[in-house]
């Protein structure tokens, strides 16, 4: 065979090897299904409340969680199922507190907005915005006491930003040296609010500079940059205990929650579809499968593998019974 | 025992937490460098340093959910309110943050914190620090409350408070800290959260009253001794969990009740006292339950109108000798 150009092919291309990429593209796929499958549910009545889907977002929480080591801590938002099942929760149990289940992880008394998962270091998810900034800096300051050499990334919306927390939060973590990544997922809507309508200053990630701590910005369509952005940011954090502020821009396709299908008052379709171009799972993907890392039969059985647990997660939480009633009463207060 | 002051009996239950268990920290505007705000806090920094005595900025909601964060990971943070009016602006995570944790997560991170500092009417400070803030907390389930009355008590009770593994509002009076009383001082004595004290016994009326209120329904029983009225006084001393049990034993022996509490009446501690007086005891009842209480009213700053604003003991007394004759006794 005649050889043409040199193509240029393989791990060191691609910044990654075989099992690593194939990970990445898993778990994104893997909450991508996930949250297609809890709409579904949703339309269905089998999960009640408020919903918010993170299609559109996987890179961030991918690719963040692919720095951290499991003693490592991640905290959230309520569009948090995707930070949740990338630190390594079952999509079982997560799926089942979706459903109000007796095997949810949080028994069924927490619902989408308040995923907790203690065997993964996973803090929560929380509904009141911006109130998980100074919980983050809290659990940063508990690593630092007791001499630990572990950080937390704290993932939290644009809409927290003219939030007094946010800057309570970054002024302390400054101030105190404490191992907390802010990591903005700027996704230009809180609900129907557009960043340019919130903020004095856009470019959220200078607001880092304005306490004195290493702040960047990155694609966060970018699984790839995302890891490499988020890696530089926690290795220093670890060394010196110093705090980072990193905005990633990213976009949800999906409307705030299942109250706004469309999405469609505060943006336009055109806008959606043309965000829809830079796709983190498809431009991933097709990257990785012309590096040659990933074959075509890795992304067939990924895809297999994806559906099968989503599938499996379904089954799990539709079988697992209603908490019983004396649960109403219980976890209020911890007895000694 | 030793005699000492209030504020001294809790400076000592902060140390002998801080040295009994390593986990235990304190942190809050001025406590460390300034020794506190009102000196609660005094000598800490020296014998514990600046990793355990957390001098914090102006930043109310940062600090407390910094304490609950910390809590979840299992430490256990006393944060101090410089007054416990600016307790409000971290109302949000202490209410949706720290009280909703454990329940939420089901039961897989609880909050063992500490919020404590000086709440209730004060002297001539005015409409913005000078409220009884316990109402704003005892409504919550997950969160527990404490008032603790005397010296003994704010040792005994804060020890108690930072032992326990749930957030625990903690609420001292700035007008309580001089007055001096019995304290042990051995380090295992605590007093149990959710217990109230029968202060004094008495057959004719229970008189429920906490923090000045009860100095004030001291002076009052003693007057009223003398005219062969012969009052209980009892004292909640938490809030929540209430001791239903003690107060419904001393309605059952007296068979009238008087609640005076400082802060306004509606909905009020009161309030709730006499709804489960009622529903528990209401056969025992030979007189409507009476409640003496701050005005409906902001707290004023001239001298003559904050006396009206607090419940005074012409006040209180007028209320126990109407209940004592309601039945013609
Ligand atoms: C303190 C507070 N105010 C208002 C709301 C209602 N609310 C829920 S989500 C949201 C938008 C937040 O947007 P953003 O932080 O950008 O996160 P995103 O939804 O884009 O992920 C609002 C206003 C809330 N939950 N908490
Ligand atoms: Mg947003």
């Known amino acids: 065979m005649a050889k043409t150009m040199p193509e240029r092919r393989g791990s060191a291309v691609l910044g990654v090897d075989a099992e690593l990429a194939r990970k990445l593209l898993h778990d994104m796929l893997l909450i991508r299904r996930f949250e297609e499958k809890a709409a579904e549910a949703y339309t269905l009545g089998k999960v009640g409340g ?29 569009r948090e199922h995707g930070h949740c099942l990338a630190k390594g929760a079952d999509p079982r149990r997560v799926m089942a507190e979706l459903f109000g289940r007796r095997d949810g992880l949080s028994k069924g008394k927490g619902g989408s907005m308040h995923l907790f998962d203690r065997s993964v270091n996973f803090l929560g998810g929380h509904a009141i915005v911006g109130a998980h900034l100074p919980l983050a800096a809290g659990a940063a300051f508990a690593i630092k006491y007791e001499g630990r050499d572990a950080v937390i990334v704290c993932y ?131 990257r990785a499968l012309r590096a040659g890392v990933v074959t075509e039969a890795d992304v067939r059985a990924i895809e297999k593998d994806v559906n099968d647990r989503i599938d499996e997660a379904v089954a799990f939480a539709d079988a697992s019974p209603e908490p019983p009633d004396e649960w109403l009463f219980t976890d209020i207060y911890k007895e000694d | 025992m030793a005699v000492m002051t209030y504020r001294e009996a809790l400076n000592l239950a902060l140390r002998e937490e801080m040295r009994r268990d390593p986990r235990v920290f304190v942190m809050g505007e001025e406590v460390g460098l300034y020794e506190g705000a009102y000196k609660v806090t005094q000598g800490l920094l020296k014998e514990f340093g600046p990793r355990r005595v957390v001098d914090t900025p102006i930043a109310e909601s940062g600090f407390t959910g910094i304490g609950i964060g910390a809590a979840m990971l299992g430490l256990r943070p006393v944060v101090e309110m410089m007054t416990f009016n600016f307790a409000l602006l971290a109302l949000d995570q202490i209410v949706n943050s720290a009280a909703k944790m454990y329940y939420m997560s089901g039961g897989q991170f609880n909050v063992p914190i500490v919020i404590r500092g000086p709440g209730g009417p004060a002297a001539q400070l005015a409409a913005q620090h000078s409220q009884s803030m316990e109402t704003y907390f005892y409504h919550v389930p997950g969160l527990k409350v404490v008032r603790p009355t005397t010296p003994m008590d704010a040792k005994g009770l804060l020890k108690s408070a930072i032992r326990d593994p749930n957030p625990v509002i903690f609420i001292e009076a700035e007008t309580l800290y001089p007055v001096k009383g019995e304290v042990p001082e051995d380090p295992d004595f605590v007093i149990p959260l959710g217990r109230a004290v029968v202060r004094r016994e008495g057959t004719d009326v229970t008189v429920i009253a906490y923090m000045g209120m009860m100095y004030r329904a001291i002076e009052v029983a003693d ?74 009213a902001p707290m004023p700053y001239a001298r003559n109108l904050e006396k009206l604003k607090t419940p005074t003991k012409d006040k209180i007394a007028a209320a126990i000798r109407r209940v004592c004759n309601a039945n013609g006794s």
């Open chain 1, 156 to 286: 939290f919306g644009d809409g927290a930003v003219p939030q007094g927390e946010f800057h309570e939060s970054l002024n302390l973590a400054a101030l105190w040296k404490l191992p907390v990544i802010y990591l903005c997922e700027n996704n230009r809507y809180a609900m129907g609010t557009s960043t340019d309508r919130a903020l004095a200053q856009t470019e959220i990630w200078k607001f880092g500079q304005t306490y004195g701590i290493p702040s960047e910005k990155v694609d966060g369509m970018d699984v790839l940059a995302v890891r490499e952005v988020v890696g530089r940011a926690v290795a220093r954090t670890r060394q010196d205990k110093t705090p980072s502020l990193i905005e990633a821009d990213t976009y949800r396709y999906r409307g705030h929650s299942m109250r706004d299908p469309a999405g469609a008052v505060y943006r336009t379709k055109e806008e959606v579809e043309r965000e829809k171009q830079r796709d983190p799972i498809v431009m991933f993907r097709e």
């Open chain 2, 223 to 296: 007057e009223l001794a003398k005219e062969g009225i012969s009052v209980e006084l009892v004292d909640p001393r938490t809030l929540r969990p209430m001791d239903v049990e003690t107060i419904i034993g001393s309605v059952r022996k007296t068979h009238r009740v008087v609640v005076v509490e400082a802060g306004a009446g509606f909905a009020g501690m009161g309030s709730e006292i006499s709804a489960f007086v009622t529903e528990h005891a209401f056969d025992d009842l030979d007189a409507p339950v009476e409640r003496v209480t701050g005005a409906n």
């Open chain 1, 50 to 78: 408020f919903l918010h889907l993170y299609i559109g977002e996987e890179a961030v929480a991918v690719g963040a969680t692919s720095v951290l080591r499991p003693d490592d801590c991640a905290i959230s938002a309520y």
